[in-house]
């Protein structure tokens, strides 16, 4: 299989990210973050990683989504006690950490049977905001449509995945930089 790559123009405008963003079908994507240096986490959270562009972005992605898929990990230590969707935490530990989050659901399902159940009860545009093991458990299952990976300028942080190897399983590759953060779009697992 041929691998398609396209290189976008850079740019400084945050919205043009966003629009894209709004006019591509989602499907089921994965969302992550991560640091020059392939780090997923800086001092236990993905936002001290994160830029001002992946947020704008990453906030938009969430609004045009069904749901919010994420293992129990990502429930614990990053925010995710309001979301402007439902988010279905998949995990097998059972103490809810986010009970004050009205559109929380806490499963005790696999990713792939809790994405399974998700899509039946919110719908099929999903947005995978989890780590590399959970990411890379779905591409395993061949159940992801695709990747919106932020890469920023941090090093030295916690978690490291490497970045070329998630690249790898898709075949087609999208790049464009928007404020110093570059932004990949992989699609079609191969």
Wanted: glycine share 6%; charged share 20%; net charge neutral.
């Amino acid at each position: 299989m041929i691998m398609q790559e396209t290189i976008k123009a850079t740019t400084d405008n945050p919205n043009i990210a966003r629009a894209r963003d709004n006019l591509s079908a989602m499907s089921v994507f994965a969302s992550l973050v991560v640091g020059a240096d392939g780090s997923t986490s800086k001092n236990g959270s993905s936002s001290g990683i994160s830029s001002g562009a992946d947020r704008t972005t990453f906030l938009a992605r969430r609004r045009n989504s069904d749901f919010i898929l994420i293992g129990g990990q990502t429930a614990r230590t990053e925010p995710y006690h309001r979301t402007p969707v439902p988010v279905v935490v998949a995990s097998r530990s059972m103490l809810n950490a986010l009970a004050d989050n009205r559109l929380a659901h806490w499963w005790n399902l696999s990713p792939v049977n809790a994405l399974e159940k998700g899509i039946k009860k919110f719908g099929p545009n999903v947005l995978v905001e989890a780590g590399p093991r959970l990411i890379n458990e779905l591409i395993q299952a061949r159940v992801l449509d695709g990747i919106f990976l932020s890469i920023t300028s941090v090093t030295d942080g916690d978690d490291l995945t490497n970045i070329e190897e998630i690249l790898s399983n898709f075949a087609s590759i999208e790049r464009e930089e928007i404020q110093g953060t570059l932004f990949i779009e992989a699609k079609t697992l191969k």
